[in-house]
C-alpha cells in the first residue's frame, strides 16, 4: 500500500521513497537510450539480413528519432491531464510492444513501421521521467535527481555499442530488441507499485492548433536535418525542404503560443531569467557535445580499424569518469547552484577533447583513453547541472511544461550536432581521394584487396587527419559554450514561488 508523503523540505538527502521512483525513472530512461544507440550498431546487420541499401536502414534511426519529435511537444499537456504515472505506465506499453514487434519483423519496411511505434513511448520516458523525479524531491533537491537522471543519458551513448555489439556477435539482431521486453515488464510493475498517485488538474484545453503547428514542425525540421550526412550539403531538396517547411511551421507555433493562454508549450517560461540562460547554454552544449560524441566512436571504427564490441570498450573510460564526478555535482548543484560547476566541466571536455585535435593513425591509446575520462569528468559536471538550474527555480505546475521544453531542446540541439559534424568529416575526407577510398574499405564498399597497400596507408593517414580537423571544430564550439554558462547561477537557486509549490501537495510514494 502507498502512502503519499510530502517531500522534506530541510532536508538536502534522498529519502528511501525518492529513491526508489528514482530507480524506477532510470529503468525506463535506460530502455529509451540505450535503444537509440544499440540499433546504430546494427544497422550493417540489417543491410545484409533484409538485402537492403545503407539509405533505407537509416529509416530505422529515423523514424525513431521523428516519433520522438512528434510525441514530446504534447506530454507536458498530457501530464497535467491525465497524470504522470498513467502516462509513463502508457509510455512503457507503447515502447515494449514496439520493442517486441522489432523482434519479428519480417522484413525492413515492418521495422521501420514498428520502430516508429517504439519511439512514440520512448519519446515519453525521459520528460515524464524529469517531471516524476523533480516533483518528488522538491526544488532544493532537483541537483541530485538530475544527477541520477543523468545516468543513462550519459552513460547509454557509451554502453549502447557495447551492448549492441555483443548481442549481435553472441545471439542475433533480434535480441537488441528482445532484451527491452523483460526489463520493461520490469519497470512497468515498478512503476505501477512504487510511483505516487496521480493528481491531475484537468483545468487548461488542449491546445490542438499548436499541436499541428509544432509536432510536424519539429518532426520535419529534423528530418531535413538528419538528411545532411546521407546527401553531403545543407543545399540539397531534400535537406532545405523539410527543413524549412519545418521552421515554418515552428515559427508559427511561436506566434500562436504568444496569443493564446495556455498553448501547448509555455514560451512564457523564458521570462523564467534560470531557464532561459539555461536553454541556451543547453543548446550550443549539446550541439558541440553530441557532434563530438558521434565523432569518438567513428575513429576507433574507420581508422583503427576496430570492432564493434571493441569500439564500445574502448569508450569506456568516459564513462566511468562521468559516474565518478556526476553524483558530487549533483549535491554541489543544490548548495552553490549550476555555474562554477558548469565552467569547470566545461574545461575538462576541452582538455579532454585536446589530444584528438592531434590525432593519427597510430596515436598513442593511452593518450587517448586518458583524455576519454577527462572528459567523462567534465561531462558528469555539466549536462545535470545546467537541467537543474532550468528546472530548480519552476513552481510545481511549470515542470511538466519546463522538462518538455528542455527534452525538445535536447533533441533538436543534438540532431543539428551530429548532422553538422557529419557533413564536416564527409567533406574532410573527400578532400582526399586516398582517405575516401580508404573509408570505402572500412565500411565494407570495396574490397581490400582491390586497393593497393600504399594506397590504403596513405588513406588512413588522411582519415585520421580528417578526424583531427573536425574534432578541431568541435573543441572550438565546446570552448565557446563558456560565454552562456558564465552567465549561469553561481550560488544556491531558491524556488520562483514557494507559495506556488506548496499549493499542490507533491506526494512520494513509501512502503
Same mark, same amino acid.
Given at each position: 500500500?502507498?502512502?503519499?508523503?510530502?517531500?522534506?523540505?530541510?532536508?538536502?538527502?534522498?529519502?528511501?521513497?525518492?529513491?526508489?521512483?528514482?530507480?524506477?525513472?532510470?529503468?525506463?530512461?535506460?530502455?529509451?537510450?540505450?535503444?537509440?544507440?544499440?540499433?546504430?550498431?546494427?544497422?550493417?546487420?540489417?543491410? =545484409?539480413?533484409?538485402?537492403? =541499401? /545503407?539509405?533505407?536502414?537509416?529509416?530505422?534511426?529515423?523514424? /525513431?528519432?521523428?516519433?520522438?519529435?512528434?510525441?514530446?511537444?504534447?506530454?507536458?499537456?498530457?501530464?497535467?491531464?491525465?497524470?504522470?504515472?498513467?502516462?509513463?505506465?502508457?509510455?512503457?506499453?507503447?515502447?515494449?510492444?514496439?520493442?517486441?514487434?522489432?523482434?519479428? !519483423?519480417?522484413?525492413?519496411?515492418?521495422?521501420?513501421?514498428?520502430?516508429?511505434?517504439?519511439?512514440?513511448?520512448?519519446?515519453?520516458?525521459?520528460?515524464?521521467?524529469?517531471?516524476?523525479?523533480?516533483?518528488?524531491?522538491?526544488?532544493?533537491?532537483?541537483?541530485?535527481?538530475?544527477?541520477?537522471?543523468?545516468?543513462?543519458?550519459?552513460?547509454?551513448?557509451?554502453?549502447?555499442?557495447?551492448?549492441?555489439?555483443?548481442?549481435?556477435?553472441? !545471439?542475433?539482431?533480434?535480441?537488441?530488441?528482445?532484451?527491452?521486453?523483460?526489463?520493461?515488464?520490469?519497470? @512497468?510493475?515498478?512503476?505501477?507499485?512504487?510511483?505516487?498517485?496521480?493528481?491531475?488538474?484537468?483545468?487548461? =484545453? @488542449?491546445?490542438?492548433?499548436?499541436?499541428?503547428?509544432?509536432?510536424?514542425?519539429?518532426?520535419? @525540421?529534423?528530418?531535413?536535418?538528419?538528411?545532411?550526412?546521407?546527401?553531403?550539403?545543407?543545399?540539397?531538396?531534400?535537406?532545405?525542404?523539410?527543413?524549412?517547411?519545418?521552421?515554418?511551421?515552428?515559427? !508559427?507555433?511561436?506566434?500562436?503560443?504568444?496569443?493564446?493562454?495556455?498553448?501547448?508549450?509555455?514560451?512564457?517560461?523564458?521570462?523564467?531569467?534560470?531557464?532561459?540562460?539555461?536553454?541556451?547554454?543547453?543548446?550550443?552544449?549539446?550541439?558541440?557535445?553530441?557532434?563530438?560524441?558521434?565523432?569518438?566512436?567513428?575513429?576507433?571504427?574507420?581508422?583503427?580499424?576496430?570492432?564493434?564490441?571493441?569500439?564500445?570498450?574502448?569508450?569506456?573510460?568516459?564513462?566511468?569518469?562521468?559516474?565518478?564526478?556526476?553524483?558530487?555535482?549533483?549535491?554541489?548543484?543544490?548548495?552553490?547552484?549550476?555555474?562554477?560547476?558548469?565552467?569547470?566541466?566545461?574545461?575538462?571536455?576541452?582538455?579532454?577533447?585536446?589530444? @584528438?585535435?592531434?590525432?593519427?593513425?597510430?596515436?598513442?591509446?593511452?593518450?587517448?583513453?586518458?583524455?576519454?575520462?577527462?572528459?567523462?569528468?567534465?561531462?558528469?559536471?555539466?549536462?545535470?547541472?545546467?537541467? =537543474?538550474?532550468?528546472?530548480?527555480?519552476?513552481?510545481?505546475?511549470?515542470?511538466?511544461?519546463?522538462?518538455?521544453?528542455?527534452?525538445?531542446?535536447?533533441?533538436?540541439?543534438?540532431?543539428?550536432?551530429? !548532422?553538422?559534424?557529419?557533413?564536416?568529416?564527409?567533406?574532410?575526407?573527400?578532400?582526399?581521394?586516398?582517405?575516401?577510398?580508404?573509408?570505402?574499405?572500412?565500411?565494407?564498399?570495396?574490397?581490400?584487396?582491390?586497393?593497393?597497400?600504399?594506397?590504403?596507408?596513405?588513406?588512413?593517414?588522411?582519415?585520421?587527419?580528417?578526424?583531427?580537423?573536425? /574534432?578541431?571544430?568541435?573543441?572550438?564550439?565546446?570552448?565557446?559554450?563558456?560565454?552562456?554558462?558564465?552567465?549561469?547561477?553561481?550560488?544556491?537557486?531558491?524556488?520562483?514561488?514557494?507559495?506556488?509549490?506548496?499549493?499542490?501537495?507533491?506526494?512520494?510514494?513509501?512502503?
Amino acid at each position: 500500500m502507498s502512502v503519499a508523503v510530502q517531500p522534506d523540505a530541510g532536508s538536502d538527502k534522498l529519502d528511501p521513497g525518492v529513491l526508489r521512483v528514482a530507480g524506477v525513472v532510470v529503468l525506463g530512461a535506460i530502455m529509451s537510450i540505450l535503444d537509440v544507440t544499440v540499433v546504430s550498431v546494427a544497422l550493417p546487420t540489417f543491410q =545484409s539480413k533484409f538485402d537492403a =541499401s /545503407y539509405a533505407t536502414v537509416a529509416w530505422t534511426m529515423t523514424a /525513431y528519432t521523428l516519433a520522438l519529435a512528434t510525441v514530446i511537444p504534447i506530454t507536458g499537456w498530457a501530464a497535467d491531464r491525465f497524470g504522470t504515472k498513467r502516462l509513463y505506465l502508457l509510455s512503457l506499453v507503447l515502447f515494449l510492444g514496439g520493442s517486441a514487434l522489432c523482434s519479428v !519483423a519480417w522484413d525492413i519496411g515492418p521495422l521501420i513501421v514498428f520502430r516508429a511505434l517504439q519511439g512514440l513511448g520512448g519519446g515519453m520516458l525521459m520528460p515524464l521521467g524529469m517531471t516524476i523525479m523533480t516533483r518528488a524531491a522538491g526544488p532544493h533537491r532537483v541537483g541530485r535527481v538530475m544527477a541520477v537522471l543523468g545516468v543513462p543519458m550519459l552513460l547509454g551513448p557509451i554502453g549502447g555499442p557495447i551492448l549492441g555489439g555483443w548481442l549481435i556477435e553472441a !545471439a542475433s539482431w533480434h535480441w537488441i530488441f528482445l532484451i527491452n521486453v523483460p526489463i520493461g515488464i520490469v519497470a @512497468f510493475v515498478l512503476a505501477l507499485r512504487v510511483l505516487p498517485k496521480d493528481e491531475p488538474h484537468p483545468s487548461e =484545453s @488542449f491546445d490542438f492548433v499548436g499541436m499541428l503547428l509544432l509536432s510536424p514542425g519539429l518532426a520535419l @525540421f529534423l528530418y531535413g536535418v538528419s538528411s545532411i550526412p546521407e546527401a553531403g550539403t545543407v543545399a540539397a531538396a531534400k535537406v532545405l525542404f523539410p527543413a524549412i517547411t519545418g521552421l515554418v511551421l515552428i515559427l !508559427a507555433f511561436v506566434f500562436h503560443a504568444l496569443r493564446k493562454d495556455h498553448p501547448l508549450i509555455d514560451l512564457g517560461l523564458f521570462k523564467n531569467r534560470n531557464l532561459t540562460i539555461s536553454v541556451v547554454t543547453m543548446t550550443l552544449f549539446t550541439v558541440a557535445f553530441m557532434g563530438a560524441m558521434l565523432l569518438l566512436p567513428s575513429y576507433f571504427l574507420q581508422v583503427r580499424g576496430e570492432g564493434t564490441l571493441d569500439a564500445g570498450l574502448l569508450l569506456a573510460p568516459q564513462g566511468i569518469g562521468a559516474m565518478l564526478t556526476m553524483p558530487i555535482a549533483g549535491r554541489l548543484t543544490d548548495r552553490i547552484g549550476p555555474g562554477k560547476l558548469v565552467l569547470g566541466g566545461i574545461v575538462l571536455i576541452a582538455l579532454g577533447l585536446s589530444p @584528438f585535435t592531434q590525432i593519427t593513425a597510430d596515436s598513442s591509446y593511452g593518450l587517448l583513453l586518458g583524455g576519454l575520462f577527462v572528459m567523462g569528468m567534465g561531462m558528469g559536471m555539466t549536462m545535470m547541472p545546467m537541467m =537543474s538550474a532550468a528546472m530548480a527555480s519552476l513552481t510545481h505546475q511549470q515542470v511538466a511544461r519546463g522538462s518538455t521544453m528542455m527534452n525538445i531542446v535536447q533533441q533538436t540541439a543534438g540532431s543539428i550536432g551530429t !548532422a553538422v559534424m557529419s557533413v564536416i568529416l564527409t567533406n574532410q575526407v573527400l578532400e582526399s581521394q586516398a582517405a575516401t577510398a580508404y573509408s570505402a574499405v572500412t565500411r565494407g564498399q570495396v574490397p581490400r584487396e582491390q586497393v593497393p597497400p600504399e594506397v590504403l596507408t596513405q588513406g588512413q593517414a588522411s582519415l585520421a587527419d580528417a578526424f583531427g580537423q573536425t /574534432y578541431i571544430i568541435a573543441l572550438v564550439l565546446i570552448v565557446l559554450c563558456v560565454v552562456p554558462a558564465l552567465l549561469l547561477p553561481r550560488k544556491r537557486i531558491e524556488p520562483a514561488s514557494p507559495e506556488q509549490c506548496a499549493e499542490v501537495p507533491v506526494p512520494v510514494a513509501m512502503h
